[in-house]
C-alpha cells in the first residue's frame, strides 16, 4: 500500500524500485504496441493511395496480349469469359460472324457484366447498366463511359486479343 | 411464411432489435466483468488491508446492482420481444432446439439476481469471508448465463454440420451438443470474456470518477490505476481472438471479409470489412483513451472522461456486433434460414407453388400491386425498408421496369456468380409473383405507393 | 550519439526552454465546464486532418474541365482514394461544427474580455476563412450537387447592393459557374486561404500560449484558494491527446460507414434537382435571405438582408469592446442575452433552411 501511495505523489516519469521500472518497460511497449498499430492503420491506405498509380501501369504492362486456345471454335451469336490479367473481360461472335473482346469490367463501380444473348446487349447486374454489345457504348443505366475495347485476330487454331495502345 | 409481418417505418425491424440488444450487451457484459471484478477487489481489499477502498467499492457495487438488475434485466426482455416480432421463423427454431438450454439459463440468472442484492445489502452485515463468498457465487452464476446464451448465439454463425444434417427431420433436439458447442462456440466465449473484462474496468471507472471527497482522493487515484489495467487483456489478446474467430468461420463467411478486402477501392459491398476495421481501431483507441484519461495522470480523470470511453467501447461493441450480424447473411441460421425466414429447403416448394399461398396472414385473392406487397413485405422487408433504412425507393432510383425485372431475374437465379449471392437469399415464388413485384418495386421506385394502401384496399 | 544527449542538443538549439518554460508555467483551471476547453484543441486537430487529406487529394486532383473526372478517379478508381476523400469532408465538417462550439463556448465563458481581446479577434477571422475553406472546396469535385450548392450559395454575395453582382461575377469567372470557377476556387482553396490561415493560426495559438485559458465568471467570483487547476504540460496535454484519439476515431467511423459520395456530373442546362441547398453552415444566411425575400421582395429584400448579416457580424465581432471587464455589470448581461440571441436565430433558421 505504502508503495502505491508513492507511486502516486511523486512523477510517474521517476521509477522508483526496480518493480516500477520492469512495469514501466511493459506499458511503453504496450503504449509503442498502440502506436504501431495507428501508425500502421493510417500509413497502409496512404501507401496504397499514392501507389496506385504504379499498381495500376504494372498491371497494364504485365498483360498486353491473350492467346485464346481454340477460341475460334466458339459458336455464333455466343459469348465467351476470359481473363485478360487480372481482370475478367468478353469475347463475343456475333451472329453477322464479326468478333469482338471487350474488358468485362462495368465502368461504373466495377461489377462483372454478362452477355445477354437475347437482347444482344451487355449488362451489368449491380446497378442496371447496359452497353452496345458492338461498340461496348454504354447506353443506359449508371456507367459513365464505354466498356473498353481490345482488338481482336481470328486465326485457325486461336484468337488473340490485343490492348489497343 | 407462417408469422405476420411487423412493418417498422424507418429504421425497420431489424434495428429494433439492434438497438435494444446494444444496449443490452453493454450492461450484461458488465453483469459478467464486474461480477469478476467486485469480489476480486473485495479479495485484494481483505487481503492486503486497504481499508479504505471499502466505501468506494460499496459506491460500485450500488450501481452494479441498479444497472445491472434493472436496466439489464429489463433489455433482456426487450430482446425477447423485439426478436420473436421480427423474425418469428427463426425464433421459433431456436426455442425447439435450446429449450432446455434457456431453462438453465434462467435458474443461473435467478440466483445471480438474487447473489447481486444479497451482496449489496449485506456489506458489513455478514461476516466478511462470508459476503466475499456471495461475491463469488455472483460471479460465477452470472459467467454461466453467458456460457450457455453464447452456445446460442454463435450457433446461428455455425450450426455446425452435425445439426445441419438433422435439420428439418424433427430430430433436432437430438444433436443439442453439437449445435451447443459448434465451430465458433470457444473462439466467441474467449472474445466475449475479454469484452467483459474490459467493460468491468471501464464502469469501475465511470464510480470513480463520480468520487469527488478529497479526503478519497489518494485511494481514488490507486483504484483508477487497478482498473485501467482491466484493459489489458483486451489489448493483449485481440488480435489472437480475432484471429481464432476468423479461422472457425464458415467459408462463406470469410469469403465475404476478404471481398471486402479486395474490393475496397471501388467502395463496393465493404460495410463488413470497414466496419471490421471499426473495431480493431476503436478498440485501439479505448486503450489510448484509458492510457491518457486514466493510467497517465489518474487524478485527472473525471465522471466525463469516463463516460467518453463507455462511448468508445459502445461502438466497438456495436462495430463488433454489426460484422458478426452482416457476415451471417444471407443466412439467419448460417446453411439452414435465409435472413427473410424462408428455409433453404422450402426454396424448390415456393418456387413451384407460390410463396404467397404458403404464407399465412394473406387473402388468397390480390390485385397485382397488393401481391406485389405482400412479396415486399414477406421477402424484403427484414432488411430494407420502403424509404428509411436500407431505402428500396433509394436503391430503384432511376431503374426503369425492365431494370427492375432484370435485377429479380438474377436474385431469382442466384447464380453461384451473382454478385448478390453473398448478401441476399434467393427472391422465391412464381414467375407470376415476381412480376407483381416488380410492379410493385416499380411504384415504390417512383414514389407513388402510400405505405401499406395497397395491401389495406385487397382487403 | 545517445537519444536523450540529442534531445538536450536540439532543445538547446532551437532554444525550445523558453516553450518548455512557457507550457510548464500555464495551467488550465478545472471545474464543471473544463470541457469546453477541449474544443479548440478538437478544431485544431481536424484542422490539420485536413491539410494532411487536402494535400493527398493534390496528388490526383485536377483543377479546370477534368475536376470532375479526376474526383471519379480518385473516390472509385485509386486505391483508398474513397477513404482520403471521406475523411477529408468529413473532418470538414467536423472542423467547422467544433470551430462554432468553441466560438459559443469562448463566449458563455466570456473568454474574450481583457486581456484576451485579440483571441477573440483573430477566431472571428479564422472562422470567416474557415467558411471559406469550406464554401470554396464544396465545388471542387464538380458534381450535381456541388455545382448547383454554389450557384445557390452565390446568392449570398450576389445580393449585396451595387458592388455584389460584380464581386460574385468576379469570384464565378463568368456570369455562371463554369470550369474557370473551380479553377480560381481551387487556387483560393489551396494557396491564398492557407497563406492568409496559418499566420492568423500562430497568433491565435501564440494567444492562448500567452493568456491561458479564462474561467467562467462562475469560477472567478471564487475565492482562489477554493479554485482548481492542473497542468497544462503534461497533464492537460495528455487529455487533450486522448480526445484528439477520440476524434480521429469518430471521423473514421463516419467516413467507413458513410463514405462521400460523387453524384453525377455538373450539367449546367440540367435542371436543378430538387431541395438544392446550401451546406449546413451556410443555412441559416440561405434561409434568412429567403425568409426576407419573402417580406420584402425584390433587390429592397436582398439589400436588408446584408445589411442585417453585416451588422450583427460586426456587433458579434465588436463584443470585447462593449463588454471589458472582469465585473458582472448590466452590461455584460445584456452581452450574454444578446449571445443567446442569436445562438437561437441562428439554430432556428438553420433548422428552417431544411424545412423550407
Redesign the interface.
Known amino acids: 500500500m505504502k508503495d502505491e501511495q508513492e507511486m502516486v505523489l511523486t512523477d510517474p516519469s521517476s521509477p522508483s524500485s526496480p518493480e516500477d521500472v520492469s512495469r514501466r518497460k511493459f506499458l511503453q511497449t504496450g503504449v509503442f504496441g498502440a502506436c504501431a498499430i495507428y501508425i500502421g492503420a493510417i500509413g497502409y491506405p496512404v501507401f496504397r493511395y499514392l501507389n496506385s498509380p504504379v499498381e495500376a501501369s504494372q498491371l497494364a504492362s504485365a498483360v498486353k496480349e491473350v492467346t485464346l486456345d481454340k477460341a475460334n471454335e466458339l459458336a455464333v451469336g455466343t459469348a465467351f469469359m476470359f481473363k485478360f490479367g487480372t481482370s475478367p473481360a468478353l469475347l463475343i461472335h456475333h451472329a453477322d460472324g464479326s468478333w469482338v473482346a471487350m474488358s468485362a469490367v462495368c465502368t461504373h463501380m466495377g461489377c462483372t457484366v454478362k452477355f445477354d444473348e437475347g437482347a444482344k446487349k451487355i449488362t451489368c447486374a449491380c446497378h442496371g447498366g447496359v452497353f452496345d454489345a458492338a461498340t461496348g457504348e454504354n447506353i443506359s443505366g449508371p456507367p459513365p463511359r464505354p466498356l473498353e475495347r481490345y482488338d481482336v485476330k481470328v486465326n485457325d487454331a486461336s484468337v488473340v486479343v490485343t490492348k489497343i495502345s | 411464411m407462417n408469422y405476420p409481418v411487423w412493418d417498422v417505418p424507418g429504421v425497420g425491424g431489424p434495428w429494433v432489435i439492434g438497438i435494444i440488444s446494444i444496449f443490452h450487451v453493454l450492461i450484461a457484459w458488465f453483469a459478467v466483468g464486474g461480477g469478476i471484478y467486485l469480489p476480486y477487489a473485495e479479495r485484494k481489499l481483505y487481503r492486503?488491508?486497504?481499508e479504505e477502498w471499502l466505501p468506494v467499492l460499496k459506491k460500485h457495487s450500488r450501481m452494479f446492482l441498479v444497472l445491472t438488475g434493472v436496466f439489464g434485466a429489463v433489455s433482456g426482455v426487450g430482446i425477447w420481444f423485439a426478436i420473436g416480432l421480427v423474425q418469428p421463423e427463426a425464433t421459433s427454431t431456436l426455442i425447439h432446439n435450446f429449450v432446455f438450454g434457456w431453462a438453465i439459463e434462467w435458474v443461473f440468472f435467478v440466483i445471480e439476481l438474487a447473489a447481486a442484492a444479497v451482496y449489496y445489502y449485506t456489506w458489513d452485515r455478514i461476516p466478511r469471508e462470508l459476503h466475499l463468498k456471495v461475491g463469488w457465487l455472483y460471479a460465477i452464476s452470472s459467467f454461466l448465463t453467458l456460457v450457455i446464451i453464447n452456445g446460442i448465439l454463435s450457433f446461428m454463425m455455425t450450426p455446425s454440420q452435425a445439426w445441419l444434417n438433422v435439420a428439418g427431420t424433427g430430430t433436432e433436439a437430438s444433436q443439442f451438443w453439437a449445435a451447443f458447442f459448434n465451430p465458433t462456440y470457444f473462439p466467441s466465449l474467449f472474445m466475449r470474456t475479454l469484452a467483459c473484462l474490459s467493460l468491468a474496468g471501464i464502469y469501475a471507472l465511470i464510480t470513480y470518477g463520480r468520487v469527488t471527497d478529497e479526503a478519497l482522493q489518494?485511494t481514488r487515484?490507486?483504484m483508477v490505476?487497478w482498473s485501467a489495467k482491466w484493459l489489458?487483456p483486451m489489448?493483449?489478446l485481440l488480435p489472437v481472438g480475432l484471429g481464432w474467430m476468423y479461422v472457425t468461420m464458415e467459408p462463406e463467411s470469410r469469403e465475404i471479409m476478404s471481398l471486402g478486402f479486395s474490393?475496397?477501392?471501388?467502395?463496393?459491398f465493404t460495410?463488413v470489412t470497414?466496419?471490421s476495421?471499426?473495431t480493431?481501431?476503436?478498440t485501439?483507441?479505448v486503450?489510448?483513451?484509458v492510457?491518457?484519461?486514466a493510467?497517465?495522470?489518474?487524478?485527472?480523470l473525471?465522471a466525463?472522461?469516463a463516460f467518453?470511453l463507455l462511448g468508445?467501447a459502445a461502438?466497438a461493441t456495436s462495430?463488433t456486433e454489426y460484422a458478426r450480424e452482416t457476415i451471417r447473411k444471407p443466412y439467419v441460421i448460417q446453411e439452414h434460414m435465409y435472413s427473410n425466414s424462408i428455409r433453404m429447403n422450402e426454396v424448390e416448394k415456393y418456387n413451384t407453388e407460390g410463396y404467397l399461398v404458403n404464407s399465412k396472414w394473406n387473402p388468397p385473392q390480390m390485385e397485382p400491386v397488393a401481391k406485389g406487397e405482400a412479396m415486399f413485405r414477406g421477402q424484403c422487408m427484414s432488411c430494407h425498408t420502403r424509404s428509411g433504412y436500407r431505402s428500396m425507393e433509394r436503391l430503384l432510383q432511376?431503374?426503369d421496369r425492365k431494370?427492375?425485372d432484370?435485377?429479380l431475374q438474377?436474385l431469382h437465379d442466384f447464380e453461384p456468380?451473382?454478385?448478390?449471392r453473398k448478401y441476399m437469399p434467393p427472391l422465391v415464388g412464381t414467375q407470376d409473383e415476381r412480376d407483381s413485384l416488380a410492379v410493385y418495386l416499380e411504384k415504390l421506385s417512383l414514389g407513388k405507393t402510400e405505405p401499406a394502401l395497397a395491401l389495406n384496399a385487397a382487403r | 550519439m545517445k537519444l536523450e544527449t540529442l534531445k538536450a542538443d536540439l532543445v538547446e538549439r532551437l532554444g525550445l526552454e523558453e516553450a518548455i518554460k512557457l507550457a510548464g508555467k500555464k495551467t488550465v483551471p478545472v471545474h464543471k465546464h473544463t470541457f469546453w476547453y477541449f474544443w479548440g484543441g478538437i478544431s485544431l486537430f481536424s484542422f490539420l486532418i485536413q491539410v494532411v487529406t487536402g494535400i493527398l487529394l493534390m496528388v490526383y486532383y485536377r483543377p479546370g474541365p477534368e475536376a470532375y473526372e479526376s474526383v471519379r478517379q480518385i473516390t472509385y478508381q485509386i486505391q483508398f482514394g474513397w477513404l482520403i476523400r471521406s475523411v477529408h469532408n468529413w473532418s470538414a465538417n467536423f472542423f467547422l461544427f467544433s470551430v462554432f462550439v468553441h466560438m459559443f463556448s469562448v463566449f458563455l465563458m466570456k473568454a474574450y474580455r481583457r486581456p484576451r481581446e485579440v483571441g477573440w479577434y483573430s477566431g472571428i477571422a479564422l472562422l470567416l476563412l474557415g467558411l471559406t475553406f469550406g464554401f470554396s472546396g464544396y465545388l471542387l469535385p464538380m458534381d450535381e450537387l456541388s455545382f448547383f450548392a454554389t450557384k445557390v450559395g452565390m446568392e449570398i454575395p450576389n445580393a449585396i447592393p451595387i458592388i455584389g453582382p460584380p464581386i460574385a461575377n468576379l469570384l464565378r469567372g463568368g456570369l455562371e459557374v463554369n470550369e474557370f470557377t473551380v479553377q480560381r476556387f481551387f487556387a483560393l482553396h489551396v494557396v491564398i486561404l492557407p497563406l492568409l490561415y496559418m499566420p492568423l493560426l500562430g497568433l491565435h495559438l501564440w494567444m492562448v500560449q500567452k493568456h491561458g485559458n479564462a474561467a467562467p465568471p462562475s469560477e472567478e467570483a471564487k475565492e482562489p484558494s477554493q479554485r482548481k487547476t492542473m497542468p497544462f504540460f503534461p497533464n492537460f496535454v495528455a487529455q487533450d491527446l486522448g480526445v484528439w484519439l477520440i476524434v480521429l476515431n469518430l471521423i473514421s467511423l463516419l467516413a467507413a460507414l458513410f463514405p462521400w459520395q460523387l453524384g453525377p456530373q455538373a450539367d449546367p442546362l440540367a435542371a436543378a434537382p430538387e431541395g438544392i441547398h446550401p451546406e449546413w453552415y451556410f443555412m441559416s444566411q440561405f434561409a434568412m435571405l429567403k425568409l426576407i425575400g419573402r417580406v420584402i421582395p425584390g433587390l429592397a429584400g436582398e439589400a436588408a438582408a446584408m445589411t442585417l448579416f453585416t451588422l450583427g457580424l460586426v456587433l458579434w465581432a465588436m463584443i470585447p469592446v462593449f463588454d471589458k471587464d472582469k465585473t458582472n455589470t448590466k452590461r455584460s448581461r445584456q452581452v450574454l442575452y444578446f449571445g443567446i440571441f442569436v445562438i437561437l436565430v441562428l439554430l432556428s433558421t438553420t433548422f428552417m433552411g431544411f424545412v423550407i
Request: glycine share 8%; proline share 4%; net charge positive.
Open positions: 492486503e488491508g486497504r489518494a487515484t490507486v490505476r489489458i489489448a493483449l474490393t475496397i477501392g471501388s467502395g463496393l460495410q470497414r466496419i476495421m471499426m480493431v481501431l476503436t485501439v483507441t486503450a489510448g483513451a492510457y491518457f484519461f493510467f497517465l495522470f489518474p487524478r485527472d473525471t466525463g472522461h467518453a468508445l461502438i462495430s432511376k431503374r431494370a427492375i432484370q435485377l438474377t456468380d451473382s454478385p448478390y
